[in-house]
C-alpha cells in the first residue's frame, strides 16, 4: 500500500528546502503562525525536536533529517502516481529523468533510440543538466530517477551501476604535446577549459587534482564553460586543454579534431550511476526501466 503526505509533512518538506518559516508561508500560502504550528503538531506526534531555532538560524535536527529522508521518498512516490494512474496499464511505460551533460547528450540518444525501437509505447521526458541540480530535483520529486556521473552521498540514495567510462585530458592536434608522452605537472602552463561548479565532471577533476596533491590552482589561466560542445571547439583551435569522458571526445578524436593526450601514469576511470530515491515504492518499476536501459546499451556496443 502506497503511503501519502498529510500537509503538516508538505509544509515541513518546504521548510526544509527554504529554510525560512516566513519563505516557506509565503510557498505555502499561508501564515507563518500556521507553519510553525505544522512543525510544532510533527514534533509532538514524533515525539522529538524537529527544528532547532535557538541561535535564530533555523537547523534541521537529526531525527528532522531522517524525517525528510523519509517523507521526500514518500512525497516522490506519491507524485509518479499521481502522473501514472490514469494511463497505468501493462503494455505502457512512462517516466521522467534526468542525466548530466556527458551522459545525457553522448551516451543516452542512441540507447533511446533503441529503446522506442523495441518498446513503441515508451513515453518519456529527459532533462538534462549538472549532478547537483538533478539531486535537487530528484529529492523535489520531480524525476523519478537519474544517471549521473561525479561524487555525491550514495548512502542517501538506492544506487546501481550502469556503466565505467574513461576520463581522459584532450587537446588539439596542433599543440605541440600532442604526439609525445607528457608528465602531468608539465600541462601547468596551459590553459585549462572546465565546466562551471556543480558539474559531475569538474568535481571528478577537482578530486583527480587533490589525489595528486594539486589543485586547480596549478593552471596558470582558467576559463569556465558550460557547454561541452563549445569546450571541445575552443580545444580543437588550440585555445586550451580539457579533461573529460571519452565517450564526449570519441567523435572529435576520430575525426582528427582532438588528440588523446598521453600522459605518463594517468589511467582514470568513473562511474554512471542509475540513482532513485532510498527504499521508493516503485524501485522494482525503476529496475525493469534500468534493465531496458542496460539491455540497448549492451545491443549498442555489440554493434
Known sequence: MIKMLDFR?????????CGSFTKAAEQLHVTQPAVS???????????????DTSNRKIRITQ???RLKEFA????????????????????????SFGATLSIGEYVMPTILSRLL???????????????????????????DFILVEGLFDKMQYDTTLFRLENFIPVCSPQAEFAT?????????NNRLILRESGSGTREIFEHILLDRNYSLNMFDRIIEVGNMAAIKQMVSKDLGITFLFEVAAKK??????????????????????????KDSFFREQYMRIFQLLNQAAAEEEEM
Do not use: W
Open 9 to 17: 509533512h508538505e509544509t515541513f518538506l518546504v521548510l526544509c528546502s
Open 37 to 51: 504550528q505544522h512543525i510544532k503538531y510533527l514534533e509532538e506526534y514524533y515525539g522529538c525536536k524537529l527544528i
Open 63 to 65: 531525527q528532522g533529517l
Open 72 to 95: 521526500t521518498t514518500i512525497y516522490s512516490d506519491s507524485q509518479h502516481f499521481k502522473g501514472n494512474i490514469r494511463t497505468f496499464k501493462s503494455e505502457e511505460i512512462h517516466f
Open 117 to 143: 525501437a523495441a518498446f513503441p509505447a515508451i513515453t518519456f521526458q529527459m532533462t538534462v543538466a549538472n549532478t547537483k541540480t538533478l539531486l535537487e530535483q530528484l529529492n523535489q520529486g520531480e524525476l
Open 180 to 188: 609525445q608522452a607528457v608528465r602531468f605537472e608539465s600541462l601547468r
Open 252 to 277: 572529435e578524436i576520430a575525426s582528427g579534431e582532438l588528440s588523446k593526450i598521453n600522459i605518463v601514469d594517468f589511467s582514470e576511470q568513473r562511474e554512471f550511476n542509475f540513482v532513485t530515491l
